[in-house]
């Protein structure tokens, strides 16, 4: 099974910009992997905010599309969320999922990380 961890978060003023990090080990050939990028905050469902397939597709929930780019890097088994114009309401706790089904990964069902705080406050 694949693991995953989660890093890159932190304080930042609205406006401002974070380059998440999650970083893959374990479990088959990184590149099969589709990714998805999900948030939880306080009192909130978790919800899928980026995906991005093994054939590098991406998707995006409306509310961060233009502001957020969901990237990868094969070699590295890693890949990247970056934040930019970010607002109040981006604050959570910032998780990837991991499946080779894409499906899987919409609905939450793969591996998940630790997860990462991003609060946006100033």
């Known amino acids: 099974q694949v693991r995953l961890v989660e890093s890159g978060g932190g304080l930042v003023q609205p406006g401002g910009s974070l380059r998440l990090s999650c970083a893959a080990s374990?479990?088959?050939?990184?590149?099969?992997?589709?990714m998805g990028w999900y948030r939880q905050a306080p009192g909130k469902q978790r919800e899928m905010v980026a995906l991005?397939?093994?054939?590098?597709?991406?998707d995006y929930q409306d509310s961060v599309k233009g502001r957020f780019t969901a990237s990868r890097d094969n070699i590295k088994k890693t890949v990247y969320l970056q934040m930019n114009a970010l607002r109040p309401e981006d604050t959570a706790v910032y998780y990837c999922?991991?499946?080779?089904?894409?499906?899987?990964?919409?609905?939450?069902?793969?591996?998940w990380g630790q997860g990462t705080q991003v609060t946006v406050s100033s």
């Open positions: 374990g479990g088959a050939r990184f590149s099969i992997y589709s």
């Open positions: 999922n991991a499946d080779i089904n894409v499906q899987t990964v919409k609905r939450g069902g793969g591996s």
């Open positions: 991005i397939t093994s054939g590098n597709v991406t």
